[in-house]
């Protein structure tokens, strides 16, 4: 944990800047909501940073592993969308979100296994460090056309893009798409194999 987030009740708080379904449509506007679509960007992934200043705002969406902050108007264009370490505006600048990106590549987190029994399918990803809510998106969203999402498999690593990366290349050869979500976003982290399969993969490279 860090500095004035170390104890249960602050995390508690901080939690309520995490942005829900039912915020995302008045919250964020047609073209904010398209940009996010566009750079395979989930809205809930996002941190209300509205009214924190940036030091507050920086180590909060960090403790909630978000790596894109909502806050106040760039003096350039007026966007609402920066990036959590340097709040630097990603609509003016979307290059931002690739380094953004590559250094979240690189964190500690968890790389999981969720299946559909619908879709026969498997789902390998990462995240940190809500789990539940990110097996509770895949749901809602209905990731690659089904909404019957469990969790199979989990497990912490060191550099939690980088073994997630590994695990699909593993799995190369099981590789499958899925049904669009949300916008217009194509599943694409979805494999036809067996959860054995899946967590053998994942073993190999954690």
């Known amino acids: 944990m ?3 987030f170390k104890n249960n009740k602050s ?3 901080i ?3 995490l942005i829900t379904e039912p915020e995302i449509l008045t919250l964020f506007t ?3 909501l398209a940009f996010l679509v566009h ?3 989930d809205p809930e992934d996002v941190f209300d940073a509205r009214g924190m200043t940036g030091k507050k705002f920086k180590v909060a969406a960090k403790t909630l592993g978000a790596e894109f902050v909502f806050t106040s108007p760039c003096q350039k264009a007026g966007h609402r969308l920066k990036t ?3 709040g630097s505006c990603i609509q003016c600048n979307p290059a931002v979100i690739a380094y953004q990106m590559r250094n979240a590549v690189k964190a500690e987190g968890i790389v999981y296994i969720a299946h559909s029994k619908i879709l026969s399918r498997v789902k390998v990803g990462c995240c940190w460090p809500n789990l539940n809510k990110r097996i509770q998106n895949l749901q809602s969203h209905a990731y690659g056309g089904a909404r019957d999402w469990e969790l199979a498999f989990d497990v912490k690593v060191n550099a939690m893009g980088l073994v997630e990366g590994k695990v699909h290349k593993r799995l190369a050869t099981y590789a499958a798409e ?3 979500y949300r916008g217009g976003q194509t599943a694409s982290e979805l494999f036809d194999c067996p959860v054995g399969t899946a967590i053998e993969a994942v ?3 954690a």
């Open 30 to 32: 047609e073209d904010e």
């Open 39 to 41: 750079h395979n960007i």
């Open 2 to 4: 860090f500095g004035i």
């Open 15 to 17: 939690t309520k800047h």
């Open 178 to 180: 899925g049904k669009s």
């Open 84 to 86: 959590r370490s340097s």
């Open 203 to 205: 073993k190999a490279e």
């Open 11 to 13: 995390n508690n708080d």
